[in-house]
């Protein structure tokens, strides 16, 4: 067993651009979907796709909206993640850093600034933080800062932490954080995850037999599921849903953040915040389990554009309730995560 005095530990998410201007944001772009992992055609014809057509059309519309929701200390997503770093050092005896897939601060700096507080370290904990598996997500994080891990040869354990889609302590975080909006009238909860091109669903299908080919696929037990997105959003808002007491017929679950023309999973969270006044549930909270922190995603697509949506289809009220963030029982559950792995 590793000593706490030699071990490190990384928190990686998503990224952001480095301001909102033009140019910040277009660098920002380019190197999220020229991510093989992110769209996964051949890499011609992504580069001329997103260099020539995506960033160009979405740069200046994308910067706008980054502008809305950025804080005083810059990107909210960084700025959370920084926050949850400094509550877990708090209750850490060993060093955190933090690091993004796309933008900075890179995975690199993040080793070595564990390197230099301790020369002599012995084991990194990787948490990507991404609670459900996808190859856009979780994977291409995970798999990023092995390359670098293994590219610059360091001498130390990378250790990674799997998805946590159903571990107890990010349910009960998850249900404890969403409870108190419970409190106030509603008509619908509604669970909107960042959705995938049902292409990638049955990529990601080890068995090439089971996703969206079994009836039920979710719920019919199958070695695919350790890396089905549609599975463990699925049973996350089932979790959550049993956790907080809340009716089959008052939940339900969409998908946002639809990019191009091919199909995507279903159903969209923008079509289903158009019909769902229209059959008389008017009065909606919502929360966005496929991040545990605040972004673009929800602070501007859900928290703005939904909202806008959902009214002016003749809803009454909407609540957007926020990310984990840094929510006390998600602070622990973090901490509790590294350290079973330290005792491993």
């Known amino acids: 067993m590793v000593s706490k005095s030699d071990v490190g530990i990384i928190l990686m998410n998503l990224g952001s651009p480095d301001t ?24 011609l014809f992504r580069k001329i796709l997103i260099e020539g057509i995506i960033v160009p059309k979405r740069a200046e519309k994308s910067a706008e909206a980054y502008a809305s929701i950025w804080w005083d200390e810059g990107s909210p997503l960084i700025a959370i993640t920084r926050q ?35 020369p002599k370290l012995k084991e990194v904990i990787l948490l990507p933080l991404y609670p459900h598996y996808a190859m856009s997500s979780y994977e291409t994080a995970a798999e990023y800062a092995k390359e670098i891990y293994k590219k610059k040869k360091y001498s130390f354990k990378l250790s990674v932490i799997p998805p946590f889609y159903d571990e107890p302590d990010y349910i009960q975080a998850l249900a404890e954080s969403i409870r108190p909006y419970l409190q106030q009238d509603f008509d619908y909860f509604l669970f909107s995850y960042h ?39 699925t049973i996350t808002s089932e979790l959550v849903a049993a956790a907080l007491g809340l009716p089959k017929d008052k939940w339900g679950i969409s998908f946002q953040s639809r990019l191009g023309r091919e199909e995507w999973m279903k159903p969209y969270t923008a079509n289903t915040l158009e019909s769902l006044p229209k059959e008389g549930k008017k009065k909606l909270l919502i929360a966005c389990p496929a991040f545990v922190s605040d972004c673009l995603e929800t602070l501007e697509e859900i928290a703005v554009e939904g909202k806008h949506t959902f009214l ?33």
């Not at 920002?28 to 992110?38: I, P």
Request: proline fraction near 6%.
């Open 20 to 43: 909102t201007s033009v140019p910040d944001v277009k660098r920002y772009l380019n190197e999220f979907l020229m991510d093989k992992r992110v769209i996964d055609y051949p890499w």
């Open 84 to 118: 949850l770093q400094r509550a877990i050092q708090h209750d850490m005896e060993m060093p955190v850093e933090i690091a993004m897939r796309y933008g900075n601060p890179h995975p690199e700096v993040a080793f070595n600034n564990l390197l230099k507080q301790n």
């Open 195 to 233: 959705g995938l091109p049902e292409r990638h669903i049955r990529k990601g299908d080890v068995t090439g037999s089971h996703c969206m080919k079994v009836n039920d696929c979710c719920h019919v037990k199958s070695k695919t599921h350790d890396f089905c997105y549609r599975h463990q959003v």
């Open 312 to 344: 002016n289809s003749g809803g009454d009220s909407y609540t957007m309730i926020p990310c984990l963030n840094v929510h006390p029982l998600w602070v622990k559950a973090v901490v509790k995560y590294c350290m079973q792995v330290m005792q491993q």
